[in-house]
């Protein structure tokens, strides 16, 4: 791990470390993935890192390596764009985080560092005693760093699917992020079941329709 400044993280000697990192939360359309990757604190491999700074091919060749070929223990929850909808993207996230490290806390054992990417006003809502909330934490620690390349390899694949089901909206290009060639499509087709009716623009074209 590298240097995070705090003193929890940095001193720590838990023999574990749980991370979770989030894909989507910013999306038009599509879920928002959440991800939770258990790995020994003296993991220290390369190729490794923030997904977003890694190219296509060396996030598949983590992902590969790291769920096939030499799998870990990870844990993926899925919010779609109609739960995202019914209870709001940031409470969605929350539940997202919260089942994520559930679910691998009781193969964590009582030595176990919890981080989770974000949350800079601290884990309180999440309810899991002892975590860490760390911007940049999916740049600084490797299981966050690895639930963050998994999150996204999976999000991608679900999008690039999304395209051959919807197409016209360039999804597999830009995965339901907010783009030029997005909000053209939208206006010329109009959302479809996979976009999030409580986000802008859509919102706005479902109410001047």
């Known amino acids: ?10 001193n720590s000697t838990a023999k574990w470390v749980l991370g979770s990192d989030e894909v989507g939360y910013g999306a038009w359309a599509g879920s928002l993935l959440v991800c939770s990757v258990l790995l020994p604190r003296t993991f220290n491999e390369p190729g490794i890192a923030d997904s977003k ?3 296509p091919t060396r996030r598949r060749t983590a992902y590969d390596r790291w769920t096939k070929t030499t799998p870990v223990t990870y844990k993926l929850v899925e919010f779609t764009s109609q739960q995202i909808d019914e209870i709001g993207v940031g409470e969605a996230l929350i539940q997202a985080h919260r089942k994520a490290l559930e679910a691998l806390l009781p193969k964590a054992g009582p030595s176990c560092l919890i981080v989770v990417d974000g949350f800079q006003h601290g ?6 005693p002892g975590s860490i909330g760390l911007p940049k934490a999916d740049n600084l620690i490797p299981a966050v760093s690895l639930a963050s390349i998994i999150a996204k390899v999976t999000r991608d694949d679900m999008m690039v699917q999304a395209a051959q089901v919807y197409p016209g909206y360039g999804f597999a290009k830009h995965v339901g992020y907010g783009t030029r060639e997005h909000a053209e499509a939208l206006k010329k087709l109009g959302p479809c079941p996979i976009h999030r009716r409580s986000y802008q623009p859509i919102k706005d074209l479902l109410e001047n329709a």
């Open 1 to 10: 791990m590298k240097h995070t400044g705090i003193e929890a993280i940095d």
């Open 53 to 55: 700074t890694l190219s």
């Open 123 to 128: 884990t309180s809502s999440l309810g899991i």
